[in-house]
Nanobody
């Protein structure tokens, strides 16, 4: 069983930055594709970004392209989501998820993910 733990959420002003981190308990972290998803109150969960196993590729939601960057630190079993220029539409609970199935490309489809963290809250003040 893989356990994922998110950290780094908090309160930031519009235009500010946060870096979220996702730590995975498993030694085979490099065999997982990792995705970041978010869910705001009253809204459906949406994909934000993903990174494939072995850091072969990334993908982003159109709403965050150019502002968010996903990266992996395989040696430390961590994936980071650097969020810059945060906007009023970005507040949500952010979740990281692990996918064992995808190979060279990561997926932005939540149904493919096998493991989920409990989330970290991101709040943006205007």
């Amino acid at each position: 069983e893989v356990h994922l733990v998110e950290s780094g959420g908090g309160l930031v002003q519009t235009g500010g930055s946060l870096r979220l981190s996702c730590f995975a308990s498993e030694s085979e972290f490099g065999d997982l594709g990792i995705g970041w998803f978010r869910q705001a109150p009253g809204k459906e969960r949406e994909a934000v970004a993903c990174i494939s196993r072995g850091n072969r590729g990334t993908d982003y939601a159109d709403s965050v392209k150019g502002r968010f960057t996903i990266s992996s630190d395989i040696a430390n079993n961590m994936v980071h989501l650097q969020m810059n220029n945060l906007k009023p539409e970005d507040p949500a609970v952010y979740y990281c998820a692990g996918d064992r199935s995808s190979l060279s490309r990561c997926t932005m489809t939540s149904g493919w993910y096998d493991y989920w963290g409990r989330g970290t809250q991101v709040t943006v003040s205007t």
